[in-house]
């Protein structure tokens, strides 16, 4: 793995100068200083006037920081304990590198999380990471009919969690194993770093308002150390409830420091009438009725994952166009400077999550190009760093980049019908965008034994090599005496009927490439109940394309579905090492080796599950058809070259490879100027 130092070494800011031999300012001292009031220890407070947090070179106003999931490649998030101390111990080492203030967990890790962040702090006094605490929601079925937050079993699974892990994070805590978290004996006491702690989840819509309906007369106390105001709703004073209990336990150990309640702008407290979708504006949770009182000094911020993609509000609502930001109306920018004002007379602002994915495949248009896909590397790291200058000249508190590493286990709306749920973490899909956000990248390796060779005696194709691992399918094709200008590629991948199902088309001389679907399988019947779902629906053949955003009718309007033709495939490089490396890039052409590379997303051939050999079938919902290969025929210039069954192996298990991913220290320059 390229070495994190080698990134920031090109860097070149008031606070690192040159590399190797140039003269250095003394480094900013970041080590803890807090201060004492009403004999509680104060690392960091939050209120009107902003976030500060305390350090030996003075109050810190803005925090850069990372989100880190819960698991790695190939697991569910609730296999929480395939992180080993290792990888913890390799991951903090190059956060630290990379000039990251503060690392955000969202529930508990396990013990080897803590004790290895005591090391790295304890290593690196004058540059320690900062911890911002979260914890789950652990039953989340409060939007399930009946149900409400109050709900016993969410009421006091939530308690719970709330003790455990403020007992955890003091090196107090022996927990027995839970079925989907984290356990065993924590030692470790990570108090002196905690800058913060943010509970709860980005609340579901439904699940709020049944809550507020069904439980609006739940009877409510006022708490010690927060409590909620007068006009606050069922949800609010529930959350309120919480954060004392949490501020209590604190206390208890002589601590305090902010806590907020995580939330998203789908239950944001603004009022957004130009949003198309009536579930994106359905109810509000309000940070501001939720109050610290007096005995809780540290206080409390608004938490918010903000992402400048979605909701739609953002592209049609007309204030939002008022905000400039580096030369140009900023809708984003705009958003976030109107949360920021209702917040203000209260508490700050900081975004606790945002990010734009480097995935092949989009699920959103987004503000001033800041798409939910389809962006390369290197431009998804060039938005981040933007973003993250932004919001220090908007004023907010900080901005937590998500994610530290790509993800396998997520999903996205516009491809989770394409997929078999149970099996959807063991391959990583590039159509996916949700699991391309991570600042690491997880490369999976070839799949062992899934090689095929042919060497035709005759033919215009002397070698062809088709090959896999958990993301693409590879064909390398060399021609015997001279590039083809036009080449088809046929993909036989559901038994019946026979022929292609999928093909592409590459005109090398004019540098293009499509992938077509035939309709039956396109993948887009399943994402959108509209019908027809696209207007050349009718015809044999489709460009292979995702539904980036279903039709809405609003105001009186149809605002039309939208759609990202992902099969028209990016001429380029994607050696990682390369310096014209372009993740997006899918073919390539080796002139002096007479050679065509082609990688095509398993999902762009038809795999529901390529991990198992199972392939997306004809139907709504879609059947899921076992197959024992994929049926490739090779034409150049309209003359038959190679026809190859290939098949894989089954796996369970594959390798993979981390590396930063290109592009990344940009992000680093960006966290060296804000924080240095």
Not at 133 to 143: I, K
Not at 187 to 201: C, E, F, L, N, Q
Not at 480 to 500: F, K, M, N, Q, Y
Not at 592 to 606: A, C, H, N, Y
Request: hydrophobic share 35%.
């Amino acid at each position: 793995m390229r070495p994190f130092l080698l990134l920031l070494c090109i860097v070149v800011t008031a606070t690192i100068v040159g590399c190797g031999g140039s003269s250095t300012p003394e480094p900013t001292d970041w080590r803890p200083a807090p201060v004492t009031r009403d004999g509680l220890s104060m690392v960091a407070e939050s209120d009107a006037d902003g976030f500060r947090l305390h350090t030996a070179s003075g109050d810190k106003t803005f925090l850069p920081g990372v989100n880190l999931g819960s698991t790695t490649p190939l697991h569910q998030p609730g296999e929480i304990a395939t992180i080993t101390r290792r990888d913890y111990r390799r991951w903090l080492a190059q956060m630290g590198e990379l000039g990251t203030r503060v690392v955000r967990v969202y529930t508990l890790h396990p013990p080897a999380f803590y004790e290895e962040l005591d090391a790295y702090n304890r290593a690196h006094p004058q540059a320690p990471l900062y911890l911002v605490q979260g914890v789950y929601l652990p039953d989340e079925t409060y939007n399930e009919p009946g149900n409400t937050l109050y709900s016993p079993h969410v009421d006091r699974a939530f308690g719970d969690e709330i003790r455990a892990i403020s007992a955890a994070v003091h090196g107090d805590l022996r927990r027995p194993p839970i079925r989907g978290r984290a356990h065993g004996r924590y030692r470790t006491d990570v108090s002196p770093w905690i800058a913060a702690w943010i509970i709860g989840v980005e609340w579901d819509p439904a699940g709020t308002v049944q809550t507020n309906r069904l439980a609006r007369h739940a009877r409510y106390r006022a708490g010690r150390w927060f409590r909620a105001t007068s006009d606050a709703s069922a949800t609010e004073r529930w959350i309120a409830r919480h954060m004392d209990l949490l501020a209590g336990l604190e206390t208890g150990r002589g601590v305090s420091v902010p806590i907020a309640f995580a939330n998203w702008p789908t239950t944001d407290p603004l009022s957004h009438p130009d949003e198309p979708n009536a579930t994106e504006d359905l109810v509000g949770v309000d940070a501001t009725h939720v109050l610290p009182t007096r005995r809780w000094p540290a206080g409390t911020f608004a938490s918010f994952h903000a992402y400048p993609y979605y909701p739609d509000f953002q592209r049609y609502e007309p204030g939002l166009q008022d905000t400039r930001w580096n030369g140009r109306t900023d809708p984003y920018a705009g958003y976030l400077r109107s949360l920021k004002e209702h917040f203000a007379p209260h508490m700050p602002l900081l975004v606790t999550e945002f990010g734009v994915p480097s995935s092949l495949g989009s699920a959103h248009a987004g503000t001033n190009g800041r798409d939910q896909g389809g962006h390369s590397e290197a431009e998804s790291m060039r938005m981040d760093a933007d973003m993250l200058r932004m919001f220090d000249h908007i004023g907010l508190g900080g901005g937590f980049v998500f994610a530290w590493t790509d993800e396998w286990f997520k999903r996205t709306w516009n491809t989770m019908e394409h997929q078999d749920p149970e099996r959807r973490q063991l391959w990583h899909d590039p159509l996916t965008n949700e699991q391309w956000f991570g600042m690491v990248a997880t490369d999976p390796d070839p799949i062992v034994d899934g090689g095929h060779e042919v060497q035709p005696a005759d033919g215009p194709v002397s070698y062809q090599h088709v090959w896999a691992d958990a993301s693409w399918v590879h064909i390398d094709t060399t021609f015997r005496d001279a590039l083809p200008g036009r080449a088809r590629l046929e993909v036989d991948t559901v038994p019946i009927p026979s022929g292609a199902d999928y093909r592409v088309d590459v005109e090398v001389e004019q540098g293009r490439a499509q992938v077509w679907v035939r309709t039956e399988l396109d993948p887009i019947r399943l994402d959108t109940p509209a019908r027809p779902y696209r207007p050349d629906q009718g015809t044999p053949w489709v460009t292979y394309e995702l539904i980036t955003n279903r039709e809405y009718r609003h105001r009186g309007r149809t605002l039309p579905a939208e759609f990202q033709n992902v099969g028209a495939l990016l001429r380029g490089n994607w050696d990682p090492d390369a310096a014209d490396v372009d993740s997006r890039a899918t073919w390539q052409v080796d002139a002096e080796r007479r050679t065509l590379r082609l990688r095509l997303p398993w999902s762009m051939v038809g795999l529901a599950d390529p991990s198992a050999r199972t392939a997306l079938g004809p139907g709504v919902p879609a059947r899921m058809v076992p197959i024992g290969g994929l049926r490739l025929r090779l034409v150049a210039d309209d003359q038959p070259a190679t026809d190859v069954h290939y098949t894989w192996p089954r796996w369970n298990r594959t390798g993979y490879r981390e590396r930063p991913k290109a592009g990344l220290e940009v992000v680093a320059e960006a966290f060296a100027e804000l924080a240095p």
